[in-house]
């Protein structure tokens, strides 16, 4: 499963169907997995030009999203934003390298890796790369 942290601004008629789009139907090419074979989901509903996150989460958005987690029951987590970290349960003051899991209601968890955004991967060729290494380690390669 993947999870962005909200829609493109220029979303429509079909979650990321611009250019962050693009890119990550790219990205999955390159991991090797089917567009098909994966779910993509958005913490917001809608695009917010600058969202609050600590708010967000004092609204219930991170409790409504890790239930999403848990009915959706993902094999492993991509999560691309590290601001929105924290309505995942993880701790602001731990750097969002150290995210390696999302606990769940009644126990259990999820296998997590965190990235940067689609924005900041569209416009900076280094942190595709610093993802494209890390998502090998957490795969194996596979």
Same mark, same amino acid.
């Given at each position: 499963? %993947?999870? +962005?942290? =909200?829609?493109? $601004? ?6 990321? @169907?611009?250019? =962050?789009? $693009?890119?990550?139907?790219n990205? *999955? ?8 074979? +994966? !779910? %993509?989901?958005?913490?917001?509903? @809608? ?9 967000? /989460? &004092? ?6 999203? &890790? ?7 993902? =094999?492993?987590? *991509? +999560? *691309?934003g590290?601001?929105?970290?924290p ?10 390298a /150290?995210?390696? =899991?999302?606990?769940l ?6 296998? $997590? ?7 900041? *991967?569209?416009?900076?060729? &280094? $942190?595709?790369? !610093?993802?494209w !290494? &890390? ?8």
């Amino acid at each position: 499963m %993947i999870l +962005v942290e =909200q829609p493109e $601004a220029e979303d429509a008629a079909a979650l990321l @169907s611009g250019p =962050q789009g $693009a890119l990550l139907g790219n990205m *999955l090419a390159a991991f090797g997995i089917a567009p098909e074979a +994966v !779910r %993509i989901a958005a913490l917001l509903p @809608s695009h917010l030009p600058h969202p609050d996150w600590p708010a967000l /989460d &004092r609204a219930g958005w991170g409790a409504l999203a &890790r239930h999403h987690l848990r009915l959706a029951a993902p =094999q492993r987590l *991509l +999560v *691309l934003g590290e601001v929105a970290l924290p309505l995942l349960g993880h701790d602001p003051a731990q750097p969002a390298a /150290d995210f390696n =899991q999302v606990a769940l209601e009644g126990g259990g968890g999820v296998a $997590a890796l965190c990235a940067p955004d689609l924005d900041t *991967l569209l416009h900076r060729p &280094r $942190a595709k790369a !610093r993802l494209w !290494r &890390r998502w090998l380690e957490w795969t194996d390669g596979n």
